[in-house]
């Protein structure tokens, strides 16, 4: 079992930035992929950033070149750092982990609200 805690949302202008960290426990050492998905009212949920065990990355194309995905495995912590943010960045942000025999774990989500 894995468990993920998300942290780091919370309310921004517009051009602003925030950092979002989901702190992973449990067998850790089954994980292979990490992943930030977000979920806007109304919307389907969809795939943000993603981080494989040996680091290669993974964008949507709408976060390019503004959002970036990184791990710090001493702490067992991925982040999302996002800056130039939008309004239409605003949802729902959840943290997900697939082990090596597929399994998925979810976080409990955190808001991040765009806003003037």
């Known amino acids: 079992q894995v468990q993920l805690v998300e942290s780091g949302g919370g309310l921004v202008q517009p051009g602003g930035s925030l950092r979002l960290s989901c702190a992973a426990s449990?067998?850790?050492?089954?994980?292979?992929?990490m992943d930030w998905y977000r979920q806007a009212l109304g919307l389907e949920r969809e795939l943000v950033a993603g981080i494989t065990r040996g680091g290669n990355t993974n964008y949507a194309d709408s976060v390019k070149g503004r959002f970036t995905i990184s791990r710090d495995d001493a702490k067992n912590t991925v982040y999302l750092q996002m800056n130039s943010l939008k309004p239409e960045d605003t949802a729902v942000y959840y943290c997900?982990?697939?082990?090596?025999?597929?399994?998925?774990?979810w976080g409990q989500g955190t808001q991040v609200t765009v806003s003037s």
């Open positions: 449990g067998s850790i050492v089954s994980i292979h992929t």
């Open positions: 997900h982990a697939r082990s090596w025999s597929n399994l998925n774990y």
